[in-house]
């Protein structure tokens, strides 16, 4: 325990991965287990070892812990960590959970399981937040916003002009945008069934937009629509839809040959493959994949500051605040494209 902390969870979203996760589709939990990750919180304990962290600070808690030891975590390359793994199998380092109900295990979702009114953590997976920004979207700074802002800064690096297209206009798709723009890309096409969440795309940046169940583009693939709105296709798409292996390859698709470069970073059914012809990479073409953006510890201030600054729209990501009494509400308005992110309250 002398590495831990207990944190009271104040605010917590629904994120895809979370209902992949509820449905079976991750392939790395053990049941029963509390999900959720995309959270801020504030420090109720500590053990007796830490000193980094006291009683009473605003946090949020971190999907990819660095013990800042390894070799994974002195690289700038990456923000994975030898310690702490994806494939840990919802338990904490020694092999177990702080978490139980009837005296039975309840297994521990990225060391994190935001669903809870209190979660036990270790400290190497917490980072503080300025105490000046609301809790309420303290919670977007785990996850979407440095997955989506890495994504366009670390993994492929947009250039300034770019031609961008963002499959998916979930919170995920529109930080996403938000970062093409600030990147400074000079056409940002935005991509969904639903029309309605256009109009944030619109807000947040986006110039073109492409609905493909739209009357207009009967019997056309995203990509033939997309070359011809961008002759040879674009610089670079993101996959932020988590729909599946079709519109990964949709994105791909799209990019130009000589330097495209196509990002996948939802999440899917793990059993499910995703395959192109050799050719493709020989023209010049990039498949690649990012986990919350290659977003490192040390940098997760910086996103405070960008959203005080005004330089991260949050506001219009919020659909509604619901009661952790009506999660399952949550859940549903989520997978079924009823909101882009629902508040989580504790009372």
């Known amino acids: 325990m002398q590495s831990r902390g207990r944190l009271g969870t104040k605010r917590t979203f629904i994120c895809q991965s979370d209902i992949c996760m509820i449905k079976g589709k991750t392939g790395n939990e053990n049941y029963p287990i509390i999900p959720g990750h995309e959270a801020s919180g504030i420090v109720e304990s500590v053990g007796s070892g830490v000193t980094k962290f006291q009683v009473g600070d605003h946090v949020i808690p971190l999907v990819f812990p660095n013990c800042d030891e390894c070799a994974l975590c002195i690289s700038d390359k990456t923000n994975f960590c030898a310690a702490f793994r994806l494939d840990m199998a919802g338990l904490m380092l020694d092999g177990t959970s702080r978490l139980s109900l009837n005296g039975k295990i309840v297994y521990n979702f990225l060391n994190i399981s935001s669903f809870s009114e209190y979660t036990v953590t270790s400290v190497h997976g917490l980072t503080k937040i300025k105490d000046s920004v609301p809790l309420n979207r303290a919670c977007f700074m785990n996850c979407c916003v440095p997955t989506a802002f890495g994504?366009?800064?670390n993994t492929v690096n947009v250039?300034?002009?770019?031609?961008?297209?963002?499959?998916?206009?979930g919170a995920l798709g529109l930080c996403t945008i938000q970062a093409a723009r600030a990147a400074k890309a000079s056409?940002?096409?935005?991509?969904?069934?639903?029309e309605s969440k256009f109009v944030v795309a619109k807000e947040f940046g986006a110039t073109d937009f492409i609905n493909p169940l739209s009357e207009k583009y009967a019997n056309e693939s995203v990509e033939s629509i997309i070359y011809k709105m961008f002759p040879g296709g674009v610089d670079f798409s993101f996959e932020a839809t988590g729909a599946g292996p079709s519109v990964m390859n949709s994105a791909f698709e799209s990019v130009c040959v000589g330097w495209g470069k196509s990002v996948?970073?939802?999440?899917?059914?793990?059993?499910?493959?995703?395959?192109?012809?050799?050719?493709?990479?020989?023209k010049g073409k990039t498949w690649t994949a990012t986990a919350v953006g290659q977003v490192k510890k040390k940098d997760y201030s910086k996103f405070a500051d960008m959203y005080e600054s005004g330089d991260i729209m949050l506001d219009s990501l919020v659909t509604d605040t619901l009661p952790i009494e009506q999660i399952n509400t949550a859940i549903d308005n989520l997978q079924y494209g009823n909101a882009i992110r629902s508040i989580i309250t504790f009372s």
Request: charged letters at 15%; aromatic letters at 10%; a neutral charge.
């Open 151 to 153: 994504a366009v800064n």
């Open 159 to 169: 250039f300034e002009g770019a031609r961008v297209a963002v499959f998916g206009c």
């Open 187 to 194: 056409r940002i096409v935005a991509i969904d069934i639903n």
């Open 264 to 282: 996948i970073y939802s999440v899917m059914n793990e059993k499910q493959n995703i395959s192109t012809l050799p050719i493709n990479f020989i």
